[in-house]
Antibody, heavy 111, light 112 residues
Framework: QVQLVQSGAEVKKPGASVKVSCKAS????????INWVRQATGQGLEWMGW????????GYAQKFQGRVTMTRNTSISTAYMELSSLTSEDTAVYYC????WGQGTTVTVSS | DIVMTQTPLSLSVTPGQPASISCKSS???????????LYWYLQKPGQPPQLLIY???NRFSGVPDRFSGSGSGTDFTLKISRVEAEDVGVYYC?????????FGQGTKVETK
C-alpha cells in the first residue's frame, strides 16, 4: 500500500533552516506529484507547494516563494522540503501528501 | 485563491444519527477534463488527515459506505448516514483544481 514516512521532529532557532524528508513506498515514486501542507497547532491546513518527482519541477505558494525549496532523490524514493529564515510563525506540523498523508514532522522554532 | 467555506464549524451528533457538512467554493471546481476536484478529509485527534472522498463522490479505499459525498460546481456536501464514535474529529473539504490548494476551515464533529 502507498506509504509516506517522514523524518523526525526538529527544533530550530529563528533564522535557521529546516529540511524535512518524506520516503515513499508502495508505488512508483516518479509517477505522482508530492505536495507539502503544514498545520500550526490548533489551526487549519495550509498548502505550501508541489513537486514532480520525475522532472523535479516545482510550484510554491506565493507566501513561501523564496523561502521554500522542494527536491527529491529518485534513487531512494525520497522527497525533501527545506524552509529557510525560520520564525516562530513557522512552528507547525509539516506533511507530505500524495493522496495519503505522511505521519507529519513537527518543526518547533524557538530561541 | 479559491476560498472554501464550510458549515457548520461544529456538530454534536447522537451516535446512530445522520450528519451533514456543507462546503462551498468561491469558483467552480469542474475542470475541462470533466472531473471536479473536491475532496473530503477527516483528521482524528493526533493524526494526519485521512482521505475519505475524492472527486466529490468517490469513497477512498477502506472508507465505510456510511460516508457519501455529493454536489457539483461550487456546492458540495458530505453526509454520514449513521455517525459512530470513531467518526469524531475535524472534517475538511479541499480543492485541487487550482494552486494553491485550499481547504475549508474544518468542521469539528463530536458525539453526544
Amino acid at each position: 500500500q502507498v506509504q509516506l514516512v517522514q523524518s523526525g521532529a526538529e527544533v530550530k532557532k529563528p533564522g535557521a533552516s529546516v529540511k524535512v524528508s518524506c520516503k515513499a513506498s508502495g508505488y512508483t515514486f516518479t509517477s505522482y506529484d508530492i505536495n507539502w501542507v503544514r498545520q500550526a497547532t490548533g489551526q487549519g491546513l495550509e498548502w505550501m507547494g508541489w513537486m514532480n518527482p520525475n522532472s523535479g519541477n516545482t510550484g510554491y505558494a506565493q507566501k513561501f516563494q523564496g523561502r521554500v525549496t522542494m527536491t527529491r532523490n529518485t534513487s531512494i524514493s525520497t522527497a525533501y522540503m527545506e524552509l529557510s529564515s525560520l520564525t516562530s510563525e513557522d512552528t507547525a506540523v509539516y506533511y507530505c501528501v500524495r493522496g495519503v498523508w505522511g505521519q507529519g514532522t513537527t518543526v518547533t522554532v524557538s530561541s | 485563491d479559491i476560498v472554501m467555506t464550510q458549515t457548520p464549524l461544529s456538530l454534536s451528533v447522537t451516535p446512530g444519527q445522520p450528519a451533514s457538512i456543507s462546503c462551498k467554493s468561491s469558483q467552480s471546481l469542474l475542470y475541462s477534463d470533466g472531473k471536479t476536484y473536491l475532496y473530503w478529509y477527516l483528521q482524528k485527534p493526533g493524526q494526519p488527515p485521512q482521505l475519505l472522498i475524492y472527486e466529490v463522490s468517490n469513497r477512498f479505499s477502506g472508507v465505510p459506505d456510511r460516508f457519501s459525498g455529493s454536489g457539483s460546481g461550487t456546492d458540495f456536501t458530505l453526509k454520514i448516514s449513521r455517525v459512530e464514535a470513531e467518526d469524531v474529529g475535524v472534517y475538511y473539504c479541499m480543492q485541487s483544481i487550482q494552486v494553491p490548494w485550499t481547504f475549508g476551515q474544518g468542521t469539528k464533529v463530536e458525539t453526544k
